[in-house]
């Protein structure tokens, strides 16, 4: 009977419910259509680290807004197609038909991006990627007017990148980066490589990696890129600009095995390679030590510490295989998308909302989020991010400077309205680079790495070496021997020594300019110049020039004058030997006078016109003629600077020649570099003495071909020489002044030269002069007789005096005529005439002339062609 009871009340009861059923289902319907629901499409790869962490801000960005939001619900579509882009391209309309989604969110690859924006184009959904382009196409905006770019492009990272290489002086570097089928890495080695123009570096080796997807055997390709880079390429500045994580980890694994990450390397991450970081394992991050990573800052405001926890909470529950679960700024960005999202459905609610006014709303919106504020221009967001710079330390990283588009480095950022932000040099620390400390590869703390080596397969370096010099003791070689020396070989030695590698290299010989060897190095044909080089402005445009190991500049040398005496300059000769100078200059002047008066319109007009000229062409067969080295540079500088004649310059091939050429007075004085001077004037103190240089250059240095980085090691070196004493000890060594020379004191007694020392140039001058006036005389005695005897007969005893007689022959040697006084030639040579005395005709006086007529005949005796 109670089993009966009991089976009838369960009867009851399950027919109340029945008839109740429909009238709860209705309310919990009409409760749930309370809140209208908005579907998000979302293409992301879950299989990458970045493709978990956005999964993840995604999720979480959805939970929150349905938590709080009383009308409106999200519903979060994950497609995860793969990485092949037209299988992203299916997703996204298999999203938009049968999901009916308002937006769609994700995509990390650009390639990806594009095929996505052309399926929105073609049915008006907006497109928020999280790729944008390193170089903007064209009318971007017209061709995908539904995209929107949740990033920036990378123009900002490349420059940063090139800083980094310029502020630490490296020359070449080497970009590694993972092939794709799309290339999608064109526009940032484009960028990269005028960035790096910009700071005087070069891109010398691209590493190209195969597709990690293509690839079987990793460890196999990896390890014989490597080895391809270490036999040709000397540049160990490695830029990794994008890669997969699988390919980075037998990258790094694989270089640190072979030497390649350790001291005298650098490793440069870009912000893609660097967001790997914080999901590597303890093993693969310590083959990275000493690495420089670029990141994109972001504050660590108390919503993002907030979001972080949650976050780590959230992606350690899920993913627990991962050994670290902070966000990137990947993550960051999902989450901000989602957000700016939300605000437009708010704003317009999620049934009135069109596509266009969704795309609108995101494009104008003035969101500030996890990432700072967010605003579009052109599509893609218009501020320029704050870089940092982090050092792979052990196990981990710790950050380092700033860097921003306008500043460079910076050690800190400035709190400007509220935010954080660097845009006053003197609030920002601004620095010229890294203010450090920086833990490079190999545990190099002391001092910043060379970036270079020699290639495993390079052959010695070919270096260029003058065969004959002015100054045997800079560089020489000896009969019979291959190897050159002297003073520039004993400092090119004495660096070599200092270098912290070895250098292989062999010497060779060159007869000829030195702008030839200039021009050798420059053409390739050889590697560096080694000699007394002088650095001057045109040669750098074409090598690249060491540190100078000596100064250089113009100096002059003359014989020897004591400047303890007002009439010194009369301690060269004796009282007699002057006087017999001076008789013998008068004399030659004279001479010079009556041979040019005749035929030459420059001596004649008033007496003094004539004595100026006679002086001037005396002066300029006597006087200024200069001396110099072999070296073209020189001469070329004192006839374009100083002003020099050409033929008042005489070329000097060797030291030993130049007392020859004083004691012969085929020069007055001799210009010299300040080195060649030290050297002849320690071997001729006595006898010579040289004037303040007051024309400078560069200096003595070597010379290398433009970018070579030996050339900055070897400066260094050369500093050390300078600074430790040694480049003092060999100029002792080399250049120890002549016995004569070695006392301090210098004798002031100085000889004067007696008249006996020229009696036979002073003989010879003064037969010569007479021999060349004889020989003008005499003809013009015979004409004067014969034309005196020719006209005995036509003029009567009475119409001559004694004094006109004398007179016909006195006027040809002076005419008063000033009427025909040319002006003075630039040049002597360019006022002589061509007539001879020979092509002189004396005019016939007829009787019927009167004394007038004659004696203006007379004037005129002697005519000019």
Known sequence: ?????????????????????????????AAIGTNKVTNIGAIIDVNSRIGKEEKTALEMAVQNFNLISTNHELSLHLRHPGEDPLQVAYAAEELIKEKKVKVIIGMDKWEEAALVANIGNQYQIPILSFATPTITPPLTTLRWPFLMRMASDGSEQMRCIADLVGCYNWRKVVVIYEDNVYGGESGNLALLSEDLQEVGAEIEYHLVLPPFSLSTDLKHVVHHELIKLQKDTESRVFIVLQSSLPMLTYLFREAK????????????????????????????????????????????????????????????????????????????RAYDSIGMVTQAIEKFGSDSISPKMLLNSVLGSDFTGLTGEIHFKDGMLSDAPTLRIVNVVGKKYKELDFWSPNLGFSKTLHAEDGKERCSNSSVCNITECLSGPVIWPGDLNDRDPKGWALPTNA?????????????????????????????????????????????????FEHDGLYDEMIEGVYNKTYDAAIGDITILAERTKYVEFTQPYAESGLSMIVPFANKDSAWIFMKPFSLETWIVSGAIFIYTLLIVWFMEHQSNPYFRG??????????????????????????????????????????????????????????????????????????????????????????????????????????????????????????????????????????????????????????????????????????????????????????????????????????????PFYNGDKTRIPRRASTFAQALDTDRWGSSRWERVSNSDNLENHQDSSQAEIEMA
């Open 1 to 29: 009977m109670k089993r009966t009871n009991r089976i009838l009340k369960l009867c009851i009861l399950l027919s109340v419910l029945i008839t109740f059923l429909p009238i709860f289902s209705n309310g919990v319907e």
């Open 257 to 332: 095995n072979m030497g390649l990450v350790g001291r005298d390397t650098a490793w440069i991450l870009s912000n893609s390679i660097t967001s790997f970081l914080d999901s590597m394992n303890n093993s693969v991050i310590s083959s990275m030590e000493g690495a420089l990573g670029i990141q994109t800052y972001y504050s660590s405001s108390s919503s993002y510490q907030s979001f972080e926890a949650q976050f780590r909470k959230i992606f350690r529950a899920e993913y627990q295989d991962e050994d670290n679960f902070l966000p990137g700024i990947q993550a960051l």
């Open 459 to 507: 052959r010695p370096l070919r270096i260029v070496v003058p065969k004959r010099t002015s100054f045997d003791k800079f560089v020489t070689f000896k009969t019979g021997e291959a190897l050159p020396e002297g003073f520039c070989i004993d400092i090119f030695n004495e660096v070599v020594e200092r270098l912290n590698y070895s250098l292989p290299h062999e010497f």
């Open 606 to 811: 008033p007496l003094k016109v004539q004595i100026e000229n006679a002086l001037w062409l005396l002066s300029c067969s006597l006087f200024f003629i200069h001396g110099c080295d072999n070296d073209s540079f020189v001469q070329n500088y004192l006839e374009r600077v100083l002003g020099f004649e050409k033929e008042h310059i005489k070329i000097i091939g060797h030291e030993n020649d130049y007392p020859t050429e004083f004691e012969k007075k085929t020069i007055a004085a001799a210009f010299l570099e300040l080195p060649y001077e030290k050297v002849f004037l320690d071997k001729y103190c006595k006898r010579f003495t040289g004037t303040k240089a007051t024309h400078r250059f560069g200096g003595f240095g070597f010379a290398f071909q433009k970018g070579s980085p030996i050339a900055s090691d070897f400066s260094r070196a050369i500093l050390r020489l300078s600074e430790k004493g040694t480049l003092k000890t060999l100029e002792e060594r080399w250049f120890a002044p002549s016995p004569e020379c070695s006392t301090t004191a210098t004798n002031n007694n100085v000889e004067s030269l007696s008249l006996g020392s020229f009696k036979g140039i002073y003989i010879v001058s003064a037969t010569i002069s007479t021999i060349c006036f004889l020989l003008v005389l005499i003809p013009l005695v015979r004409n004067s007789r014969n034309h005196q005897e020719a006209n005995e007969g036509n003029v009567t005893p009475s119409g001559k005096s004694g004094s006109s007689k004398g007179g016909e022959v006195s006027k």
